[in-house]
């Protein structure tokens, strides 16, 4: 039971470059988020699907899309790269969105040059 | 001000000293008070889950909510350098899961 897998771990992109983060929980929850954490800031919230079949956005969404593909999978796609989205990303579900405890993967370290 | 706020540390300890962490928060909304532990390079684990005021122990680990105060803590017991990581609290009232910048805790031997 692997819980909440992340691809890739590292990465390192050249400004511009667009790329996509995967993610993928066997919970079978319902909600699944996207996360940035950097240091003094916490983890802030990028987009959420709060089921299958819808994406919202969070805190800080500008630069990003995402994609809930099914149930389990949701993917998290920046265009265009640019240095100040060089961060650890975090993608997490949920039973469902409200009062729910989430539960995270291991994170992918992006950073843009 | 952010609606959570917690002291970033670092807080060092002693190994089998008692580790006392807390967050305040503004919005009274909040019901649902979460405990993560995030070692490094690693995602956050949950640890703790309360609803409402009051308190939850779990082995070594007691959580304690304030509503009253707009308080939470987290006590660890007979810490262990294995305890040592950054502890990040969490909390819900809409459906929306608001964090703690994180604390980071050192146990040493």
């Known amino acids: 039971n692997a819980g909440v897998t992340q691809t890739p771990k590292f990465q390192v992109l050249k400004t511009g470059q667009s790329m996509t983060l995967q993610c993928a929980q066997d919970?079978?929850?319902?909600?699944m988020y996207w996360y940035r954490q950097d240091p003094g800031m916490g983890l802030r919230l990028i987009y959420y699907?709060?089921?299958?079949?819808?994406?919202d956005k969070g805190e800080v969404p500008n630069g990003y899309n995402v994609s809930r593909l099914n149930k389990r999978e949701f993917s998290l796609r920046l265009e265009s790269a640019a240095p100040s989205q060089t961060s650890v990303y975090f993608c997490a579900s949920s039973e469902d969105r409200g009062g729910q405890p989430q539960h995270f993967g291991d994170g992918t370290r992006l950073s843009i040059l | 001000q952010k609606e959570v706020e917690q002291d970033p540390g670092p807080l060092s300890v002693p190994e089998g000293a008692i580790v006392s962490l807390n967050c305040t928060y503004s919005?009274?909304?909040?019901?649902?008070f979460m405990w993560y532990r995030q070692y490094s390079r690693k995602g956050p684990e949950l640890l703790m889950y309360t609803y409402s005021s009051g308190n939850k122990e779990d082995g070594r680990f007691t959580a304690q909510v304030d509503k009253s105060s707009k308080y939470i803590s987290l006590f660890i017991r007979d810490s262990q350098p294995s305890d040592s990581a950054t502890y990040l609290c969490a909390m819900d009232g809409w459906g929306k899961l608001q964090f703690g910048a994180g604390t980071q805790v050192v146990v040493t031997p």
């Open positions: 919970m079978n929850h319902n909600s």
């Open positions: 699907s709060a089921s299958e079949g819808t994406t």
């Open positions: 919005n009274s909304a909040f019901q649902y």
